[in-house]
Nanobody
Framework: QVQLVESGGGSVQAGGSLRLSCAAFGVTYIIDCMGWFRQAPGKARERVASIDSDGSTSYADSVKGRFTISQDNAKNTLYLQMNSLKPGDTAMYHC??????????????WGQGTQVTVSS
C-alpha cells in the first residue's frame, strides 16, 4: 500500500516562500507521475503542478514563474518550492501519484494534505 505524506505547510505573509515536501512510502515500482493539487474552501480542486518520470513538468497558469516542482527519486520525495506567495494561494495542498495512460496521468494515491495560508 502506497502512502503519501506531505509536510512544509504553514502561514506566511504575501510575498513569502514555502517549500512543501511529499514523501512516498511503500513504492515498489517506478512512479510515472507525481503532482501537487490544492483546494480552497468552497472551490474545486486545482492541479498546481506535475512531473513525470522523465522529469517533464507542467504548471497551472496561476503559478507559472512562482512555483517549482521537483523530485528526488532516490528518496521517493516530491517537492514544491513556492515563491512570491499570494493570498489566492491559500488552500490545502495535496500530493498525488499515479500511472500514465494514454499520455495522461491517472491519479491513484493521495496524501492527506498540508495547509498553506497566505495573509495580505
Amino acid at each position: 500500500q502506497v502512502q503519501l505524506v506531505e509536510s512544509g505547510g504553514g502561514s506566511v505573509q504575501a510575498g513569502g516562500s514555502l517549500r512543501l515536501s511529499c514523501a512516498a512510502f511503500g513504492v515498489t515500482y517506478i512512479i510515472d507521475c507525481m503532482g501537487w493539487f490544492r483546494q480552497a474552501p468552497g472551490k474545486a480542486r486545482e492541479r498546481v503542478a506535475s512531473i513525470d518520470s522523465d522529469g517533464s513538468t507542467s504548471y497551472a497558469d496561476s503559478v507559472k514563474g512562482r512555483f517549482t516542482i521537483s523530485q528526488d527519486n532516490a528518496k521517493n520525495t516530491l517537492y514544491l518550492q513556492m515563491n512570491s506567495l499570494k493570498p489566492g494561494d491559500t488552500a490545502m495542498y495535496h500530493c498525488a501519484e499515479g500511472p500514465s495512460a494514454g499520455g495522461y496521468c491517472r491519479w491513484r494515491y493521495w496524501g492527506q494534505g498540508t495547509q498553506v495560508t497566505v495573509s495580505s
